[in-house]
């Protein structure tokens, strides 16, 4: 019952997507984001980190160690990044998390990690005068909260379009595979094939369309329904021919002139001159069932496996 009630339970509009919160896709957004920024800072540079080779010591082409001091810098920055998805994973198995829940997050990832570079910046590797320190924080605070925006808003946007598309070619894929199993499980229509006395096909006609054949010397008449409308086909044939080609899977031999549907059967009645069969449609008159094949005909109505079935409905009601 708790399953059932769970997975009845639609998410809300403003619900924040639960492929965003999946321990796999956390990985991900972490670590191409970490990658993306060591991408950015050493292409773009910024946060004045092109001046920072000679706050390190370094030489100005000394690329290779300009890129592990400037990797250790993001990373120290992006550890923000780590500990809120660390948080975000957490607290969404217990509450839901709205877009507007995730929105505040970010924000708060920009700003504090544009509080941790823009300190780096006019404590480390900066000359500064106490007077004007707070005010040239607060200038390389906001330099960094634009940087830093830009470091952030870009892989997560990426990551977002890719975990959407993904999300929804798996749902794609859970209804087609549906779609094909309830393709396999639903009856196809079968198509009823006669054929004259040299083997030519002359007519197809669908089960369920189809009622009684009716001999007629050295034709047999095929009824069907088309339209709505009770129709024939004359086909050069015999009785016998017919009875052989198609079996009791499809039709059944009733007497020696008639061929029935038994789906097509309403009434089975029993008369003084034996069985009739009266079938699905208005225009069509009682059928008679010949002593030859009563049994035959009265074995296809009680077979033990709609005696089974009944006895199952009758357990389960």
């Known amino acids: 019952m708790k399953k059932t009630a769970k ?30 920024a060591m991408l950015f800072l050493n292409l773009y540079q910024p946060f004045n980190s092109g001046t920072w080779a000679g706050r390190f010591g370094l030489e100005d082409g000394d690329s290779f160690l300009y890129f592990i001091y400037s990797s250790l810098v ?21 509450h839901t998390v709205s877009y507007l829940g995730y929105l505040a997050l970010i924000i708060f990832e920009i700003v504090l990690m544009a509080l941790i ?12 005068n106490k007077i004007d320190i707070f005010i040239r924080l607060i200038r390389a605070w906001v330099e960094a909260v634009q940087n830093t925006a830009l470091v952030l808003l870009i ?4 990551t977002w379009m890719y975990f959407s598309l993904k999300e929804k070619n798996l749902q794609l894929d859970i209804l087609s595979a549906k779609h094909k199993q309830r393709s396999k499980m639903m009856p196809r229509n ?12 002359r007519l197809s006609i669908d089960k369920n369309s189809l009622y009684y054949i009716e001999s007629a010397d050295n034709y047999v008449k095929i009824y069907y329904k088309l339209k709505g409308k009770l129709e024939h086909f004359m086909l050069r044939n015999s009785m016998k ?12 031999r009733c ?20 069985l009739i069969l009266d079938l699905d449609h208005e225009q069509i008159p009682n059928i008679p069932v010949s002593k030859t094949y009563s049994a ?11 005696i089974d079935t009944d006895a199952a409905n009758d357990e389960n009601a």
């Open 255 to 274: 007497h020696r002139s008639y061929m029935v549907n038994l789906d097509k059967v309403k009434v089975l009645r029993k008369s003084e001159d034996g």
């Open 74 to 94: 993001i990373l120290a920055g992006l550890s923000v990044i780590g500990i809120s998805r660390t948080w975000l994973y957490f607290y969404a198995k217990k």
């Open 241 to 252: 021919s017919i009875d052989e080609h198609i079996g009791d899977r499809l039709m059944m």
């Open 117 to 128: 570079y823009s300190s780096f910046t006019v404590f480390v590797l900066e000359r500064f």
């Open 296 to 306: 035959r005909v009265m074995d296809r109505f009680t077979t033990p496996e709609d």
């Open 7 to 36: 997975a009845s339970k639609q998410p809300h509009l403003w619900q924040l997507p639960s492929f965003m919160n999946e321990k796999g896709n956390v990985v991900r957004v972490c670590v191409f984001t970490a990658a993306f």
């Open 155 to 158: 892989p997560y946007i990426i």
């Open 190 to 201: 079968e198509m009823v094939c006669f054929y004259d006395e040299k083997g030519d096909l």
